[in-house]
C-alpha cells in the first residue's frame, strides 16, 4: 500500500555559505536569533561532529523560510558547507507547528542508551564548564550533544562522584558531585570525601569549617519566605568549597559572584587526563 499520495518538492543540497545567505533573504517570519545557540551550532560544524539526523531546511508555498534560520545562520558563521535536506511548498500555516513538540534532552540520550543516573550526569556536565569558565552567564556557551559526549568520555570516573553524592542534600547534589569530582581529579581524594561527609552529615571537619558554614546558611536560606536565588545559592556553595580546600573559616556569605574553581580549566574539560 502507498502511504505518500502528496509530496512537497523536497531533496538534498550542498548549503554553502553564499547558499545560506541567499536562503536567509527569505527569512521574513521567524522567531529572534539565538546567538548562543548559533555558536554552539557552528563549533559541532568546524568540529566536524555536525551529523544529518533528516531535520529540513523548510520554504512555505510563497518562498518565506519556515524553519532553519540558526542551521543557516551557524553555516555562514562558520564558513562550513554542509549536505542538508530542503523541503519547499510546505503550507504556510504549518510554521505554527514547527518545533511545538518536546525537545530530546542530552539526558534523554544517555537514558535511551542504558546509562544510569542520566538526567544528573547531563547537569553535573554542564555544572563542571562553568567551574572551569567554559559557559559564563545564563546561557553562555552551551555545550552541544557532541561537547557533552566529549567531557563524558574525557572523564570516565565522573560516575563515581554522580553516585557518591545521590541525594546528599536537597537542590544542590548536582553541584556538590561536580565540586567532588574536581577535587578528586585534582588528587584531593581525602578532600573530597571529607567534603561530601560535611554536607551528608553537618559536622565540622576543622574550627569554621566554610562547608558546614555553607550548608546551615543554606538550610537557613531555604526556610525563608523569599530565599536566594539558584545563582546566588550556587556562588555560595563554591565560595564554601575553595575555602574548605584551604581549611579557611568561614563565616559570612559575603561572595566572589564566581563559578571558578582553581586548578580545573577547559582544557581540563574537555580532555581529561592525559594517560
Not at 557552528?42 to 532553519?68: C, E, H, P, Y
Amino acid at each position: 500500500m502507498n502511504l505518500f499520495y502528496k509530496k512537497p518538492t523536497f531533496g538534498y543540497v550542498t548549503i554553502s555559505p553564499y547558499i545560506a545567505a541567499q536562503m536567509l533573504m527569505a527569512n521574513k517570519k521567524n522567531r529572534n536569533i539565538n546567538r548562543n545557540y548559533v555558536a554552539s551550532l557552528a563549533r559541532d560544524m568546524l568540529a566536524g561532529n555536525w551529523q544529518d539526523n533528516g531535520d529540513s531546511i523548510r520554504f512555505g508555498k510563497d518562498g518565506v523560510l519556515l524553519d532553519g534560520q540558526h542551521r543557516l545562520t551557524a553555516i555562514i558563521q562558520s564558513q562550513v558547507s554542509l549536505e542538508c535536506l530542503v523541503i519547499k511548498d510546505i503550507d504556510n500555516e504549518a510554521m505554527q507547528t514547527i518545533d511545538s513538540g518536546r525537545k530530546r534532552t542530552y539526558g534523554d540520550r544517555l537514558s535511551i542508551n542504558g546509562i544510569k543516573n542520566a538526567g544528573r550526569y547531563s547537569a553535573t556536565i554542564n555544572i563542571l564548564s562553568y567551574l572551569c569558565g567554559h559557559r559564563t552567564g545564563i546561557g553562555g556557551q552551551q555545550l552541544t550533544n557532541s561537547e557533552l559526549d566529549q567531557v563524558r568520555l574525557a572523564h570516565p570516573n565522573l560516575y563515581v562522584s554522580i553516585e557518591k553524592t545521590h541525594k546528599v542534600f536537597p537542590k544542590v547534589e548536582n553541584l556538590i558531585g561536580a565540586l567532588h569530582y574536581v577535587a578528586s581529579f585534582q588528587g584531593l581524594h581525602e578532600d573530597a570525601e571529607e567534603f561530601v561527609d560535611v554536607w551528608r552529615h553537618g559536622q565540622a571537619s576543622y574550627p569554621s569549617d566554610a562547608a558546614l558554614f555553607t550548608r546551615e546558611w543554606l538550610i537557613k536560606d531555604n526556610a525563608k519566605m523569599r530565599s536566594t536565588n539558584l545563582h546566588g545559592r550556587q556562588y555560595t556553595v563554591i565560595d564554601g568549597f575553595r575555602k574548605f580546600l584551604k581549611r579557611k573559616p568561614m563565616r559570612g556569605t559575603k561572595r566572589s559572584n564566581s563559578y571558578l574553581v582553581p586548578n580545573f580549566t577547559k582544557q581540563d574539560l574537555f580532555m581529561g587526563k592525559a594517560e
